[in-house]
């Protein structure tokens, strides 16, 4: 009997001695916030083959002919995606 009361008196003191939970007064937490404006994202360009059913050889040309268009379109995402990731 004395070692169950002995228990129960121990767990009962080890309650009445903890510190009480301090809460935390800040919390910061990041916030995702878009890097650049909407109007300074460039347009997308009005490709010739988007919707073309003609022959292979005028697809071809066609496709040349947006390959040009896209160069500088690509090259203006990559700086906008190069200063994303930079800040």
Known sequence: MKP????LL??????????PMQMPKEVLVPV??????AEEIPAIPD????YS???????????????AKSKPYE???RAIATNCSTT
């Open 47 to 50: 490709y010739e083959s988007k």
């Open 75 to 77: 090259a203006a995402l």
């Open 4 to 7: 169950i009361l002995l228990a």
């Open 53 to 67: 059913e003609e022959r292979d050889g005028v697809l071809i040309l066609r496709m040349a002919r947006d390959l």
């Open 32 to 37: 995702p916030t878009p890097c650049i404006k």
């Open 10 to 19: 121990l767990a009962l003191y080890g309650c009445a001695t903890q510190q």
